[in-house]
């Protein structure tokens, strides 16, 4: 671990429940990880017998955010990032893409699931020239994050906030803008908001498979219309070609056509 590295915030009091699904543990299952329990295999078995396209879902999520922070290092020149609702450890985490470029970069992760905290020791591997840290804080109290973020970042410099696919978990889209709202109200101008999240109006069988998961008793995730994904970024510049399906952002030169899918992103840069 590099010395540039900060230990985890006191682990969270309660215990890793393994009695019932987790969305986190089953998108690492989607995305070919081993950090997940029976019962997270079984309810990802079950959604993608519902609707297979889920594991391009998640795929392409995970490709767009690389993509995504790729372009922020190399084209916008950023150096810090703080990554939201980060989810468990996998390939070409946040530091890793961005330190690959610019191995000076700093990285704050931000999550309260005890899974993923039990794991962030394998976020914090940090070039030497740049840092990592790992927040044990709620989405829903931004003030508390920002305070944290601010002990590895220099918040007077623009900062890329990353929300993957965690704003759906907010049940209430007003309570999800204004979460965004008081986060990017933390950061200066010329920082850049960077969204992905599940889209509803693309495709009948994937919201048919998410209303059924919401039934099942695990935390739900509210896939939401284009137009109110594009609503996070009020008031910011789009960075072309605007909220797009997440394999038409920017696509690998070598990548075949991509193909729209139920999961929209963009980045928007504060004026």
Same mark, same amino acid.
């Given at each position: 671990?590099?010395?540039?590295?900060?230990?985890?915030?006191?682990?969270?009091?309660?215990?890793?429940?393994?009695?019932?699904?987790?969305?986190?543990?089953?998108?690492?299952?989607?995305?070919?990880?081993?950090?997940?329990?029976?019962?997270?295999?079984?309810?990802?078995?079950?959604?993608?017998?519902?609707?297979?396209?889920?594991?391009?879902?998640?795929?392409?999520?995970?490709?767009?955010?690389?993509?995504?922070?790729?372009?922020?290092?190399?084209?916008?020149?950023?150096?810090?990032?703080?990554?939201?609702?980060?989810?468990?450890?996998?390939?070409?985490?946040?530091?890793?893409?961005?330190?690959?470029?610019?191995?000076?970069?700093?990285?704050?992760?931000?999550?309260?699931?005890?899974?993923?905290?039990?794991?962030?020791?394998?976020?914090?591997?940090?070039?030497?020239?740049?840092?990592?840290?790992?927040?044990?804080?709620?989405?829903?109290?931004?003030?508390?994050?920002?305070?944290?973020?601010?002990?590895?970042?220099?918040? =007077?410099?623009?900062?890329?906030? @990353?929300?993957? !696919?965690?704003? $759906?978990?907010?049940? %209430? #889209?007003?309570? +999800?803008? *204004?979460?965004?709202?008081?986060?990017?109200?933390?950061?200066? =101008?010329?920082?850049?908001?960077? @969204?992905?999240? !599940?889209?509803? $109006?693309?495709?009948? %069988? #994937?919201?048919? +498979?998410? *209303?059924?998961?919401?039934?099942?008793?695990?935390?739900?995730?509210?896939?939401?219309?284009?137009?109110?994904?594009? !609503?996070?970024?009020?008031?910011?510049?789009?960075?072309?070609?605007?909220?797009?399906?997440?394999?038409?952002?920017?696509?690998?030169?070598?990548?075949?056509?991509?193909?729209?899918?139920?999961?929209?992103?963009?980045?928007?840069?504060?004026?």
């Amino acid at each position: 671990m590099s010395d540039h590295a900060t230990t985890p915030e006191p682990a969270a009091k309660e215990k890793v429940d393994t009695s019932v699904p987790a969305s986190a543990r089953i998108w690492n299952y989607w995305l070919g990880g081993k950090d997940n329990y029976p019962v997270d295999e079984a309810a990802g078995d079950a959604y993608a017998g519902a609707f297979p396209g889920i594991v391009t879902i998640a795929r392409s999520s995970r490709a767009y955010l690389r993509r995504s922070i790729r372009y922020l290092v190399e084209v916008e020149g950023v150096r810090q990032f703080l990554d939201v609702g980060t989810g468990l450890p996998t390939a070409d985490n946040t530091h890793q893409v961005a330190q690959r470029s610019a191995p000076e970069a700093r990285i704050v992760y931000v999550d309260n699931d005890p899974m993923v905290l039990a794991h962030a020791r394998a976020l914090l591997y940090s070039a030497p020239e740049g840092a990592t840290a790992y927040v044990d804080a709620s989405l829903y109290d931004p003030e508390r994050i920002l305070e944290a973020a601010a002990r590895t970042l220099d918040l =007077s410099k623009p900062t890329a906030l @990353i929300l993957s !696919g965690i704003l $759906g978990h907010v049940g %209430d #889209y007003d309570q +999800a803008r *204004d979460i965004v709202r008081r986060l990017l109200a933390g950061l200066p =101008s010329g920082s850049f908001l960077n @969204i992905n999240d !599940g889209s509803r $109006g693309t495709d009948p %069988d #994937y919201e048919r +498979a998410q *209303d059924a998961y919401n039934e099942t008793g695990a935390v739900p995730y509210f896939l939401r219309p284009v137009d109110q994904i594009e !609503g996070y970024f009020e008031g910011l510049d789009l960075v072309d070609p605007g909220v797009v399906s997440v394999p038409l952002w920017h696509p690998d030169e070598d990548a075949d056509t991509p193909k729209p899918i139920g999961q929209h992103g963009g980045l928007g840069r504060k004026p």
